[in-house]
């Protein structure tokens, strides 16, 4: 049925000025359709973007790592940690997604995940990356203590002795009971490890272990646990084996034994077997094996330091330091001539003191550290912390 050409459309209606303008319903859809699509796609601004687009993720301005600088010792390990600064202002742990690397890796290395390692004394860089942005911090490897291998047995009262070829024999002593050992050890620092050798033929503590110039070591007394010894060996570093060798004219322990430069040994002073101080001495002769008495020191001692001297009127004597007389301990000090065979004053120490140490600097001086001062009586004895230096050329 045709529409009429003259009656009122009902899609239009008159506005208020007589014009004719789409009809309610049909305006009210085409509105919502519009509405509909202005908030499913949004509005287009002068770039022509969408507002609809996601935000980019935040970029990295820098990385920290920390510490910034530490120490650690040989074979140490030490953990570092990467922080990543965004230009937001946020931060993010990157310790486990940056790439790590180390500027002397012989010096210390690093694995993947920050986890540094000491290998060798010195300083190194470590560098975490990420994309383009990278952080470091300087670590520093100090020699420190390195803990090595045990010993096969627990043991005090013991001689360690540096050999020619750079292992160190370790001989006898007590295992901290009543027991005193015969058993003796190398240590070989290629792979930080002890080994067993021979037996001494007798066990001993509180003995002289030296090294002669032949390379082969010289035992001497010490305590066998009924009381001091005469008795010595010589231990072959060869065959791994003790031999005996003549004994000395005196039962000692806490003695001194100290290489001349002609290769004899010098026996002093010591605990005798009445457990009193000695003030003999006596001389080992490596080619015959055999000891004999040389000069008295001035005063008896134990406990006391021995030591050859390099420089000086005195080049090749061995001053004699300070040790107990048996009641107290003891300032004086003595120089044994090699070439008179006598012992004779020297200037005193500043301090009286026994079981002390006596240590060879490269100007040929003497380093006199520590021991003990004080009476017989347990609760008069004091450790000292005093040092003094001797110097050969005035005495």
Do not use: C
């Not at 180390?102 to 470590?126: D, E, M, Q, R, W």
């Not at 001497?220 to 084996?241: H, K, N, Q, W």
């Not at 030591?307 to 061995?318: H, N, R």
């Not at 301090?351 to 100007?363: F, M, P, Q, W």
């Amino acid at each position: 049925m045709n529409r009429s050409l003259t009656g009122p459309d009902p899609s239009f209606e008159t506005n208020g000025f007589g014009a004719r303008v789409p009809g309610t319903s049909l305006a009210r859809i085409f509105l919502a359709v519009f509405a509909l699509a202005a908030a499913g796609f949004g509005g287009k601004g002068s770039s022509g973007s969408s507002s609809s687009t996601l935000p980019l993720p935040p970029v990295l301005r820098s990385i920290s790592v920390t510490p910034a600088k530490p120490s650690i010792a040989l074979e140490g390990s030490l953990q570092f940690i990467a922080t990543g600064t965004y230009i937001d202002g946020s931060k993010k742990n990157l310790t486990s997604s940056a790439t790590w690397t180390s500027s002397a890796p012989t010096v210390a290395s690093v694995n993947g995940k920050g986890l540094a390692s000491g290998l060798y004394p010195g300083t190194a860089t470590i560098t975490a990356k990420s994309g383009s942005i990278s952080g470091a911090a300087t670590i520093t490897v100090d020699a420190g203590t390195i803990l090595t291998a045990s010993m096969s047995t627990a043991r005090e009262s013991h001689t360690a002795t540096l050999l020619n070829n750079g292992s160190v024999l370790v001989a006898g002593g007590s295992n901290g009971g009543n027991d005193v050992l015969s058993s003796a050890e190398i240590y070989n620092p290629a792979d930080a490890k002890f080994t067993l050798t021979g037996r001494m033929i007798t066990a001993r503590k509180s003995h002289t272990a030296t090294e002669l110039a032949n390379g082969s070591v010289l035992i001497a007394g010490g305590d066998d646990g009924s009381g001091p010894l005469a008795s010595a060996e010589i231990f072959d570093p060869a065959s791994g084996e003790f031999t005996r060798t003549g004994s000395m004219n005196a039962a000692r322990e806490n003695h001194t034994a100290t290489l001349l430069l002609n290769g004899k040994v010098l026996i002093a002073g010591g605990t005798g077997s009445t457990s009193a101080a000695l003030a003999t001495a006596e001389l080992y002769d490596p080619a015959t094996g055999e000891f004999t008495l040389t000069g008295s020191m001035s005063s008896p001692r134990e406990l006391q330091t021995a030591l050859a001297l390099i420089t000086g009127p005195g080049y090749g004597s061995v001053l004699i330091a300070g040790g107990s007389d048996g009641s107290r301990p003891l300032a004086t000090a003595e120089i044994y001539d090699p070439g008179s065979a006598t012992f004779s004053l020297t200037g005193s120490m500043k301090a009286a003191r026994e079981g002390h140490t006596a240590t060879l600097l490269n100007g040929g001086e003497v380093l006199i550290a520590g021991g003990i001062s004080g009476g017989i009586a347990i609760k008069e004895k004091t450790a000292l912390a005093t040092a003094e230096v001797y110097n050969p050329a005035t005495g």
